[in-house]
């Protein structure tokens, strides 16, 4: 899942708080998430239609 050819991007909206605690998504064909301070663990993986009402709902 966490294919080192796809795309990481940090949340905007960790900020810079130093407890390292935030989350990367990866935009493809698919929505891979992942915890920033474990990038070799597992990812949560959504459909795009699924990412972008979660997205919606939480704006």
Request: net charge positive.
């Amino acid at each position: 899942m966490n294919s080192p050819e796809r795309s990481w991007r940090k949340s905007t909206y960790s900020g810079d708080t130093g407890s390292g605690s935030c989350v990367e998504v990866s935009l493809s064909h698919d929505a891979l998430v992942r915890d920033s301070k474990a990038t070799r663990g597992d990812a949560l993986v959504f459909s795009i239609q699924a990412w972008r009402a979660f997205v919606a709902s939480v704006a």
